[in-house]
């Protein structure tokens, strides 16, 4: 729950306009035979989103860091 606390802490300290989250999970491994195995790139959605949404973080919140702040940030 490393990540969920972060997360919680940097929302709390009113920092949630800084901060946006994506998928990019990586999965290669340099240690493994042909960089081990692959990743699904669903860990967002599938396991942090509802862990961040039962610790109570609000969806509009959560909306803004999977997709109003990486627009900001990225978009043209």
Do not use: C
């Not at 035979?33 to 109570?56: D, E, S």
Request: glycine content about 10%.
């Amino acid at each position: 729950m490393l990540y969920v606390d972060q997360i919680r802490a940097l929302v709390d300290a009113g920092r949630a306009s800084q901060l946006l989250l994506s998928h990019d999970r990586g999965w290669y491994d340099p240690a493994q035979p042909k960089g081990g195995l692959p990743k699904p790139y669903t860990h967002l959605g599938a396991v942090l989103m509802p862990r961040l949404i039962a610790a109570g973080i609000p969806e509009p919140t959560l909306r803004a860091l999977v997709w109003d702040n990486p627009l900001a940030a990225f978009g043209r």
